[in-house]
Antibody
């Protein structure tokens, strides 16, 4: 079955950087688009970024554009999120999620990891 | 961007009752590109419905989705104890993807 395991979360100071990873198994990773979605404590879901199956096209929410970079290594079945210039409002659980459709643009998420917590605080 | 407004914010019902959750979009959602998710406490979201009415794999048939344009509905025909959770709608017809703020379904 599909398994997505996030890692790399932790506490970081404002202005700092962090890289999240998501190890994927149970499906053909190189054939699937992938998302990052976040959830601030006690709040709703916010879509963050998407990368195509081949990594050639990326999409970002305006709130993270220019600061976050999504990438993937299909040889390692791993998705990444490089987060720079972190702000207090980036504090959230970050979920890795598999794209549910076969198209090359972001649609919906049919499988989710359990999330990793990022806390931005001085 | 398309803003999704879910109502009610909280819905209090008893097991066995019917639940009707609403999701209204600020603009037409093209192609009925709307999904519904369930999130139980301390768990990741789970996909219930895509394309407004297509149930995801393994989702019981008591869950159904309907609607088009700007008005969408998630109906749970007979509530089971495990259905009490938070429900989110999400549109993917227009970039960027956006989510509604959620409806909390609680036991009365």
């Amino acid at each position: 079955q599909v398994q997505l395991v996030e890692s790399g979360g932790g506490v970081v100071q404002p202005g700092g950087s962090l890289r999240l990873s998501c190890a994927a198994s149970g499906f053909t990773f190189s054939s699937s688009g992938m998302h990052w979605v976040r959830q601030a404590p006690g709040k709703g879901l916010e879509w963050v970024a998407f990368t195509r199956n081949d990594g050639r096209n990326d999409y970002y929410a305006d709130s993270v554009k220019g600061r976050f970079t999504i990438s993937r290594d299909n040889s390692k079945n791993t998705l990444y999120l490089q987060m720079n210039s972190l702000r207090a409002e980036d504090t959230a659980v970050y979920y890795c999620a598999k794209e549910g459709s076969t198209v090359l643009t972001p649609r919906y998420c049919d499988n989710w990891g359990q999330g990793t917590l990022v806390s931005v605080s001085s | 961007e398309i803003v999704l407004t879910q109502s009610p914010g909280t819905l209090s019902l008893s097991p066995g009752e019917r639940a009707t959750l609403s999701c209204r979009a600020s603009q037409i959602v093209g192609g009925s590109h709307l999904a519904w998710y369930q999130q139980r406490p301390a768990q990741a979201p789970r996909l219930l419905i895509s394309y407004a009415s297509s149930r995801a794999t393994g989702i019981p048939d008591r869950f159904s989705g309907s609607g088009s344009g700007t008005d969408f509905t998630l109906t749970i025909s007979r509530l089971e104890p495990e259905d009490f959770a938070v429900y989110y709608c999400q549109q993917y017809g227009t970039s960027p993807i956006t989510f509604g703020q959620g409806t909390r379904l609680e036991i009365k």
